[in-house]
């Protein structure tokens, strides 16, 4: 058994535990191992996820995020935890724009340490595409990780239970495994702006905001306007707050550049725990 410090940090309510493992050296397989243990709200400390921060696996970064589902998965890219990472490495002796990768894919954070705000910027987004889910119509978007994206009207983003179900249906559904998706509920409410609610998986619940999901539903605003060519920002009401999504659209390449996830992110507390 090791006794660890930890740091407790959310980004728009999406909540993490986060541990600097260049301290502890854990192996890939016990941070699966103790994840679920951590993020359990009743038996841990209790997050949506666990963020680990690493030596930097190449020359072109200053560090390695590895990033756990609560249940020890791995979910690829995870937006707020990206910016809650860099605003732990910003107050940890990396300065304050740096670059770090998630297995391939490379971010360049940029931190306001006078705000606690964290503007992230992703790799390219692939324009997203149009599929049928258990005659269910939806809207395919990859932004390193997984996502689908359900149009729905304002009402039933208040109907959580129904949201809940139907993303578990939806991200259990055989022809999205493996490996499973994310599921986002969105209504847009002007033209630039868009009220969200994601299904997580890996956490099998909603959760007060999903970066990730919420850069993949104003891509597929955007595509669902007719992809037109030029730079886009929206605003995405989330239940944990407000993000900003930027993006520039290239029609003659058909995808998305320069695409940045910025909002607010924050320490809660730190400790330590036995794992």
Do not use: W
Request: aromatic share 10%; glycine share 10%.
């Amino acid at each position: 058994m090791s006794r660890i410090k930890f740091f407790k940090m959310e980004g728009a309510g999406n909540d993490f535990v986060i541990i600097d493992n260049r301290t502890y050296g854990f192996t890939l397989k016990e941070i699966i191992e103790f994840t679920p243990k951590i993020c359990d709200r009743k038996y841990g400390v209790g997050a949506d996820g666990l963020l680990v921060l690493e030596e930097a696996e190449n020359e072109h970064v200053d560090y390695t995020m590895i990033y756990r589902n609560a249940d020890g998965s791995d979910a690829g890219m995870c937006g707020n935890g990206g910016r809650c990472i860099a605003l732990y490495a910003a107050t940890h002796g990396f300065e304050n724009d740096h670059t770090f990768n998630v297995h391939d894919g490379l971010y360049k954070a940029s931190v306001d340490l006078t705000k606690n705000q964290v503007s992230l910027s992703f790799p390219d987004v692939n324009s997203p595409e149009d599929i049928t889910v258990l005659g269910l119509p939806l809207t395919k978007v990859y932004t390193g990780t997984e996502h689908v994206v359900s149009f729905v009207a304002l009402e039933r983003l208040e109907e959580e239970q129904e949201l809940i179900q139907v993303g578990s249906d939806i991200r259990h559904a055989e022809a999205l495994n493996p490996p499973g998706t994310n599921v986002n509920f969105i209504c847009p409410t002007s033209s630039q702006s868009l009220s969200l609610q994601t299904y997580e998986r890996g956490v099998e619940n909603l959760t007060l905001a999903c970066g990730t999901g919420a850069v993949a539903s104003a891509v597929a605003t955007h595509y669902k306007n007719g992809n037109k060519t030029g730079s886009f920002n929206y605003e995405v009401k989330v239940k944990g707050g407000r993000l900003n999504i930027c993006f520039d659209f290239v029609g003659e390449q058909n995808n998305y550049k320069d695409v940045k996830l910025i909002g607010p992110a924050n320490f809660v507390f730190q400790g330590e725990v036995n794992v």
